[in-house]
């Protein structure tokens, strides 16, 4: 949860929202954002109306013909009759009534046609808002325009209306002359019209720039010395336009970039889809980007045929009831527009969802400017009051909408909302509290007792601030009110509260300024308190005295370096401290030395290191409340758009594959190139979050995998499957454990490979094959019996498995715990009748105990620095947490017991750090099989300890500890399961004393 969906609905406003800080949206600007830049010689653009600027009459006349069953070109043989004295020229010359002109146009039409034609429904289509609405390509480059300091002039043939009034649908502002033939009596191609506009602009026929789609407008300004341009095509016209000016025309869509891969829309259905809606013919592609924001529910930019529209979906998958309603904000702003609330245009909702693949809605994108500091620097202060009188004014509209009127009547309960506010806050404060607050719990009783008597119910917006405002580019008016997400009915103080709380916070505050993600812990908990003590002051002001005896509450100290629990800022969870070390060597940048702390790697790894844990801290830790909510929603089984949108910044970064080790990969063609000892230390930092592994493509069991396809694939079978799971398109699995045989003795497994015309054929019953569920998963990794007769350790072979092959049958998801850890989950799964070719063999048959061996090594020393980030993890929660919690009168850490747990669990940490660092460093040193012994004692030594550690912090947190609001019972889960991965614990006692007897007696 961002910061400022959580400083939203209370009256009160700071307190609750400051005890949730997270990290803001930095910078939000939206899809609606405005920009500029540029330059050019020329001093004024001349702009036709028609054709130019808004649809041609003979364009809206085509379409028109055609859904009316009139001959084709009957409007425009109409238009031309009679030249210069025919009724359409004298309507423009505003010689005739609209009226005189309808009722001769509509004989010239039916004596062409031989049919009646209603003239009237297509005056009425051709001036109507629908039709006659400025493409927004000429609107932006309008902007552009002047905002270079160039002028701009409207130079049309337009008529009078019925009213009296001309007809130009266009914002006269944007223009500094505008021309119309109606008024002036005098029509292009006259040249008179053309020189009585370049005299209201005070310049020469060389200075301008004009532009009409019809060719004798065009060659009449030529011949006057006017540089043209024949407008077929807006979009092409402006390109043109550019190269004149030598600056663009068109503003940088923000935030958005190419649509990823697993974020993509049929665009062939779409298009077709628009092209109806819009009532469009005309060609050319449809451009389309993906918005950065918009996780919950994806948000596109889309252009076709001179539209701009931004389109927001429900993400694929089964969704919760309630969840991504995307129906109910196209409701909302639909029914605000029409109460004269300005809010983007929505345009239609498609719930078909055979469309795009889910339901969806369209509203046309709008260019303006936002302001995303509220101190609005380097405005004068009467500014800063008109944009701020804006913002009021626009608030009383949407609290003076008559719901009832509108439609909304059942858009939310009625009554009781600031309560309920109140007590929400006050149960999501208790459920992340890491300290004691005074001023919290002052509010906390206070808040309750002094409720408003009575509510107003009123549509609110209920995230109303400055940056959640679209201005116009030039003049303080308030374009479209966007993020409506949190809508509802309920009290408008509430809104008033949220818009308000700019003044009273410093203007360096970080939540203001789009900084809280980048705040340190430490900040974090003065912004609290800062926060809780400014609310404090507002219920003192406003007459309470009941506390005025108390005395001040002496806070809990709080270590702010440990990651605290599931609502803070985020910081470095679990943070290791050591004695400083000095500069390292050439030695320590050496394969194989053993480094005990990141302190002492090599440079360049050290800033790696440092890199991943700024983007843990800035990404990954602010992520897990949502990422949370996606895993034990309906839609877990989809994979979290948080999730691959924080692949690609992760990509973006440098923190990639960073898990192959050097000697597997020397030339550092696939991966970081890193050591077995320099990743260790990065694996600890991603175990402290059960979701980074997957995030830096650095998860089980696509990490052994992608290992075992480098050591030992072909070039054929590298291009098939290990480059789309380095690039992270695709995942996989590995089918080895069977349910009626002990399959930690590979020797064991049954499945059966035979060979049959020229394919291998599968018949097995596996389980426990972790990702298999994913919809991501693309290739199954399958070990099986080729030679039952075979020497013991060479009847196993390797096959690479295309999923989509006929005969995979997923019998059922298996959990672990209760957790089913969606959506790769784990199956139990049949292999009938499966038919892959042979080249799908890894290195030969009888080599799949070899490869076996060779692909568990480096995955152990990741399982087991993992669990020592769990363990980390863990501690700190620990600690945090007998720090703020009271039993029997007094704080927990004052409990011997507890203290007691701490230091044991410190001690194990190390121990088991330690040895697991020692069997990395053999493994680089002299090889993976003659660090054998070490390898299995970091598997018998790691799992337990962390199951132990994580124990402990649960006891400490009481139930708390087995919810999912904080990480412990999902690491507890893992620790337990880890200690039959790769082998159960007495396998590896078994190994270790068989070693130990072998070699050291």
Known sequence: MCLRRLFRSSHLHWAWRAAFLKHSRCGHQGPWRWTHSGGGPYRAVIFDMGGVLIPSPGKVAAEWEVQNHIPSGTILKALITGGENGPWLKFMRGEITKEDFLQEFRRICSEISN?????????????????????????????????????????????????????????RKQFDVVVESCVEGVCKPDHRIYKLCLERLGLQPSESIFLDDLGQNVKAAASLGMRTIKVNDPEAAVKELETLLGFTLRTVIPNTHPVRKTMEIPKDSLEKYLRDLLGTQTTGPLELLQFDHGQSNPTYYIKLAGHQLVLRKKPPGTLLPSAHAVEREFRIMKALASAGVPVPKVLDLCEDSRVIGTPFYLME??????????????????????????????????????????????????????????????????????????????????LPLHLPRQEKITVVHGDFRLDNLLFHPEKTEVLAVFDWELSTLGDPLSDVAYSCMAHYLPPSFPILRGQASSATAEQSGKMTEFMSDLAWEFAVKEGFRIFKGMPATKPLTRSYHTWAGPRSLPSTPGARSYIPL??????????????????????????????????????????????????????????????????????????????????????????????????????????????????????????????????????????????????????SCFAMTEPQVASSDATNIESSIREEDGFYVINGHKWWISGILDPRCQLCVFMGKTDPHAPRHQQQSVLLVPMDTPGIKVIRPLTVYGLDDAPGGHGEVLFEQVRVPKESMVLGPGRGFEIAQGRLGPGRIHHCMRLIGHSERALALMKARVKSRVAFGKPLVEQGTLLADIAQSRVEIEQARLLVLKAAHLMDVVGNKAAALDIAMIKMVAPSMAYRVIDRAIQAFGAAGLSGDYPLAQFFAWARALRFADGPDEVHRAAVAKMELKNRI
Not at 393 to 417: M, N
Request: a neutral charge; proline letters at 8%; one cysteine or more.
């Open 365 to 446: 994108y709008c260019p303006g400017l936002i302001y995303k500091d509220p101190s609005l620097p380097g405005l004068e202060p009467s500014q800063r009051r008109a944009v701020y009188a804006a913002m009021n004014r626009v608030l009383c509209k949407i609290h003076s909408v008559d719901f009832k009127a509108a439609g909304l009547e059942d858009y939310g309960k009625h009554g009781d909302y600031i309560p309920r506010q109140v007590q929400t806050w006050i149960k999501q404060y208790r459920a992340s509290e890491t300290s004691t607050i005074p001023a919290m719990e002052r509010l906390i009783e206070w």
């Open 115 to 171: 049919t009646s034609v209603p003239v009237d429904n297509f005056f009425s289509l051709l001036t109507s808002e629908q039709v006659a609405k400025q493409f927004p390509v000429m609107t932006e480059a309008i902007i552009q325009i002047r905002a270079k300091g160039l002028q701009t002039a409207v130079l049309s043939n337009n008529f009078y209306l019925s009213n009296g009034k001309s007809f130009l649908p266009l914002d």
């Open 582 to 731: 000095p500069e390292p060597s050439s030695a320590h940048a050496s394969k194989g030395a053993l480094v005990i702390s990141p302190e002492g790697l090599s440079p360049p790894v050290r800033e790696l290191y440092e890199r991943l844990k700024q983007f843990m801290d800035r990404h990954v830790y602010p992520a897990e409340p949502e990422l949370r909510r996606h895993q034990a929603s309906a839609e877990r089984w989809t994979p979290s758009p948080l999730v691959e949108d924080l692949k690609e910044k992760a990509k973006a970064k440098g923190l990639w594959n960073l898990f192959l080790p050097l000697e597997t990969d020397p030339e550092r063609k696939y991966g970081a190139g890193l050591t077995n000892v320099e990743y260790a230390h990065l694996c600890e930092l991603m175990g402290m979050s059960l979701y980074a592994p997957e995030i830096f493509n650095c998860s089980a069991p696509d990490t052994g995998n992608m290992e075992l396809l480098v050591r030992y694939g072909t070039e054929e079978q590298k291009a098939r499957w290990l480059t789309p799971l380095l690039e992270g398109k695709a995942r």
